[in-house]
């Protein structure tokens, strides 16, 4: 019998010797040699539905500094786009999605899982050329936060226009939630059928909403998702992340039915062990600014992270992506400290 690897232990609830490690958005733009191969697509959906070029750009992180983890190199967005809404990366903008606020908008949707295809190939292909003890990570917006970009049309920090309409149109809002509720769930199959030994659900906006929202909006959708998934793939460990939960965590950690819980960078690790049911692993939480500015501060936060976790459950990550001018240098620093250490 093959040997687990070391990130599916951890997330399955076992103590592991040395604490296993991945960054999110460590296959991206703070690597020259991504951005050479960005440089070779006609734009950045280009990039993520050619497989060969998606597969190496998500094996580049762990050629360097030999992470535990590949996280699938994809986007968010593209569930909008199964669905049939028009979504376009403009050069120094970021994303444009058409909007997407009506009855008739929402009931016209058409989830088309073909579309996703390629990403499905760049799993195969991934999961194919891992490193030795390497694990493969899939992923996918959460609803909520997908529903943002959906709502406003573009990116952006507050995202007021998705908050006064889910305040005002909450059986519109329900009905938005539960489209990209079930793209999510058939498309996180397919990822795992192709080959993600792991998920995790990004919902990088959970922090915006108030107290009442948080529950309808971030967890009752996480729910659904984990439920469907542990059904269909039951021995598939499942990552929850919704960043900037505060005080919603622990209700999350409790209720959403996850393996583990991320925990951002503006919430204390401490708080996080205390949010997590005793069978979940936690993962965090190195703030992304940290690391970019200040190389002997961020393997001084490391160390403290890493005592922290003391005998649970756990895995080392940043507290949210890494910043594209993070330095190399002290990406690797960090991570040949993460891979040092002995609990």
Not at 2 to 27: C, D, H, N, S, Y
Not at 78 to 101: H, S
């Amino acid at each position: 019998m093959a040997e687990q690897k070391l990130l599916i232990q951890a997330l399955q609830g076992q103590q592991t010797e040395r604490v296993p490690f991945w960054f999110m958005r460590q296959a991206g733009r703070f690597l020259p040699e991504y951005r050479e191969v960005r440089a070779s697509t006609k734009g950045f959906l280009d990039l993520c539905f050619t497989p060969e070029k998606a597969a190496q750009v998500t094996l580049q992180p762990l050629e360097r500094f030999g992470m535990d983890a590949a996280i699938l190199f994809s986007d968010i967005l593209v569930i909008p786009y199964a669905l049939g809404v028009d979504v376009k990366f403009a050069e120094g903008e970021g994303p444009l999605v058409e909007v997407t606020n009506t009855d008739a908008r929402i009931e016209a949707f058409a989830y088309e899982r073909n579309k996703l295809a390629p990403i499905g190939e760049t799993v195969k292909l991934v999961k194919a050329r891992l490193p030795h003890g390497a694990a493969l990570i899939g992923f996918a917006g959460a609803p909520w936060t997908v529903a943002c970009y959906m709502l406003q049309g573009r990116g952006g920090k507050e995202f007021a226009v998705a908050r006064e309409f889910a305040y005002a149109h909450p059986q519109r809002m329900q009905k938005l939630i539960d489209a990209i509720t079930d793209a999510t769930i058939d498309y996180l199959q397919m990822q795992i059928d192709a080959g993600a030994e792991a998920i995790q659900l990004f919902d990088s906006w959970a922090g915006l909403l108030a107290p009442e929202q948080f529950a309808p909006w971030v967890t009752t959708p996480a729910i659904k998702i984990f439920k469907a998934l542990k059904k269909s793939h039951p021995h598939v460990p499942l990552i929850g992340f919704a960043k900037g939960a505060g005080l919603n965590l622990a209700a999350f950690a409790r209720d959403s039915g996850v393996d583990a819980i991320g925990i951002d960078q503006h919430t204390t690790m401490e708080y996080g062990i205390h949010c997590a049911q005793p069978h979940q692993a936690v993962q965090g939480n190195l703030d992304p600014l940290l690391l970019a500015s200040d190389k002997a501060g961020a393997l001084k936060q490391t160390e403290k992270i890493l005592k922290t976790f003391g005998k649970r459950p756990a895995i080392f990550n940043v507290g949210h992506g890494f910043v594209p001018h993070t330095p190399v240098e002290n990406v690797a620093a960090v991570s040949e400290f993460v891979k040092a250490w002995r609990r």
